[in-house]
């Protein structure tokens, strides 16, 4: 095993990481940014305000893109597996 083989797995891990964690990050990071703005407009600055919608945006994520990230996590890990003679031998 030379270092471009740990480079070649490593980078597509952490693509793989950067892809599914992407929507849950992105939805999150909407809700709590229109969150912050209708806290501003109406001076309510409640810290469950900010936390109730985003844990809610999370978990609805979840549950709309979890079985694409499932597949893509098991995609991943299925080619890992596969190449595990190719790397060591």
Request: hydrophobic fraction near 60%; glycine fraction near 8%.
């Amino acid at each position: 095993m030379d270092s471009q083989q740990v480079l070649t797995i490593a980078g597509g891990g952490l693509l793989t990481l950067l892809m599914v964690c992407g929507p849950i990050v992105l939805v999150v990071l909407a809700v709590g940014l229109v969150v912050s703005i209708f806290q501003a407009a109406t001076q309510i600055h409640e810290a469950t305000l900010s936390f109730v919608p985003k844990l809610l945006a999370a978990f609805a994520t979840l549950g709309l893109a979890g079985p694409w990230m499932l597949s893509t996590m098991v995609d991943y890990i299925r080619e890992v597996l596969m190449s595990i003679p190719n790397v060591v031998g």
